[in-house]
């Protein structure tokens, strides 16, 4: 599904942010990236989804090379893919709706597909009967879970996520994670990075460790170290 | 695609809203220049009125009586044709009853008591003739020959008609003409930075659309849009405030005694409407561009 071969990003003249990182990740796959900050994991996520473009080396997502993909494909591509970040990103002057239905109408979906899958992905994530509301009257762990209702409302391939937990205490992180792993186990591929030690050592699966740019492990139901 | 098209309406109508002041600066400024766009325009036709009679360097007018024998009008022009130093002779042109009348109609566009008056059959018909000497007086004394002919009306000479006016109006043209260009990069560049602006306040909003895969054109055409309006609003008002001003003008110059030639300075309605299509153009055409390139370089899509 995901596939980098001998890619290096370099921001600026100093030392790389990501250096020689070759890895696989097959369809259905859940992926960790841990490493310190500053390690890299967040640009492997953005040469993913091509907001980076690797110096060097080749990014293949479902078997098309995305380095080469013209410009105007790239939409089209991230129609393929959905995106979590620490900090929610939600948008403060739309209710959880019209937030999650954004990412459908924006990539011109009809009304009525709208009204059918909205409410369906909220009920998924656990926040039915909060439609109405707005971001800032809802919890961390609630607005997460807006922003996961949004990035799978598209039902993606794939889903990124950088660091979902990062502002959750541990208890609504590990809801959090259920929710993760729930929508993995629908067949979308996540590739989660994060240095949460306790969400990475409770699932057991894939963990890529990177330092300083460059990747030091890579096992199958991994824990943190 | 109905729902794309309602998106980009909605959208626009929501952010010129959030940046009303801008906008509205943004209006009221290409408003004003393309008042000034048109204005030039029609003072040119205006004052076109009064030189048309004088086009082509005709320097001195020989109006031959109505009612002129064939004869009488062979000998004006034979004795035209006889002062080769004086005359550009091959430039001597004929204007007969028809021609005169329909250069009449120009002249006197806003006085309708001297149009009800003049018919095909009354009007003089015209030798225009295009000294060569730069003299005054041997023209003038040229003219007072002339005036003495059988079937010669009268002589008009082009200094004594229109040299203020066709300087007056050459200057009126280029200060207006420097003035409307000056307001219309202002238009373009408070244009420029309202888009700017309403991008900067949406850039959440965009970072979104981009990582959910909206394309560059949904996100522009919003913003397009919203110059564009801006522009065309700015001309419609400019037409309303153009056709204000000509209307009382018309009426205004109506009141002025005959025969001071201010009564020329009237423009027919086909042609400011004419103006008030090509400013809505303009208006249109420089907010869309206007804003087409602010958001290509600001969305950085």
């Not at chain 2, 020959?145 to 007056?168: C, H, K, N, W």
Request: contains cysteine.
């Amino acid at each position: 599904m995901i596939r980098l071969e001998n890619v290096s990003k370099m921001y600026g003249s100093d030392q790389p942010a990501v250096r020689d990182a070759t890895f696989d990740v097959p369809k259905g796959e859940f992926v960790f990236l841990v490493g310190p900050s500053g390690s890299g994991k967040s640009t492997l996520l953005r040469l993913m989804n091509r907001q980076e473009r690797p110096e060097r080396g080749n990014v293949w997502v479902a078997g098309r090379n995305i380095n080469e993909m013209a410009n105007s494909q790239i939409p089209y591509l991230r129609r393929t893919m959905g995106n979590v970040f620490q900090d929610y990103k939600l948008l403060p002057n739309k209710s959880v709706f019209e937030n999650v239905a954004f990412a459908l109408e924006v990539i011109g979906k009809p009304r009525h597909i709208i009204g059918q899958q909205v409410p369906q992905v909220l009920d998924l994530v656990g926040l039915a009967g909060k439609e109405d509301r707005l971001p800032h009257q809802l919890s961390g762990g609630e607005q997460q879970r807006v922003s996961i209702a949004r990035a799978f409302v598209n039902r993606p391939l794939i889903l990124l996520a950088d660091e979902p937990t990062g502002n959750l205490d541990p208890a609504t992180g590990e809801g959090i994670m259920s929710l993760l792993d729930a929508i993995n186990r629908t067949g979308t591929t996540v590739v989660m990075a994060t240095h949460d030690h306790r969400v990475v050592n409770a699932m057991r699966r894939r963990v890529i460790q990177l330092d300083r740019g460059v990747i030091v492990r890579d096992q199958e139901r991994g824990v943190y170290e | 695609m109905i729902q794309r098209i309602s998106y980009a309406f909605r959208e626009t109508y929501a952010s010129f809203r959030r940046n009303i002041t801008l906008s509205v600066a943004a209006v009221i400024t290409s408003a004003v220049s393309l008042l000034l766009v048109g204005a030039t325009f029609l003072m040119q036709r205006a004052f076109d009125n009064l030189l048309v009679q004088w086009r082509g360097d005709v320097g001195m007018i020989v109006f031959v009586r109505p009612d002129v024998t064939p004869e009488a009008l062979t000998f004006i022009e034979q004795n035209l044709k006889s002062q080769p130093n004086v005359i550009d002779v091959p430039k001597i042109k004929y204007l007969d009853k028809t021609g005169s009348f329909e250069e009449a109609k120009r002249v006197f566009a806003g006085d309708a008591t001297t149009l009800s008056l003049l018919s095909i059959d009354t009007i003089p018909s015209q030798f225009k003739v295009v000294p060569k000497t730069t003299d005054p007086e041997l023209v003038r004394s040229l003219a007072a020959q002339y005036r003495s002919l059988p079937g010669v009306a009268g002589v008009s000479l082009a200094e004594d008609e229109f040299d203020v006016i066709s300087t007056l109006s050459g200057f009126v043209r280029t200060v207006t003409i420097a003035m409307s260009l000056v307001l219309l990069s202002v238009a373009v560049i408070l244009i420029w930075n309202t888009i700017r602006t309403a991008i900067f306040a949406r850039r959440r909003e965009i970072e979104v659309m981009k990582l959910v895969g909206a394309t560059d054109w949904f996100i522009r055409v919003p913003f397009i849009m919203e110059g564009l309006i801006q522009g065309l609003l700015g001309a419609m008002v400019s037409c309303l405030g153009l056709w204000g001003l000509n209307s009382a003008w018309t009426s205004g110059v109506a009141g002025f005694k005959a025969g001071t030639g201010v009564s020329s300075l009237v423009v027919p309605d086909s042609y400011l409407n004419g103006v008030m299509i090509a400013l809505l153009i303009i208006g249109a055409t420089a907010g869309g561009v206007g804003s087409g390139v602010a958001s290509s370089k600001f969305l950085d899509v």
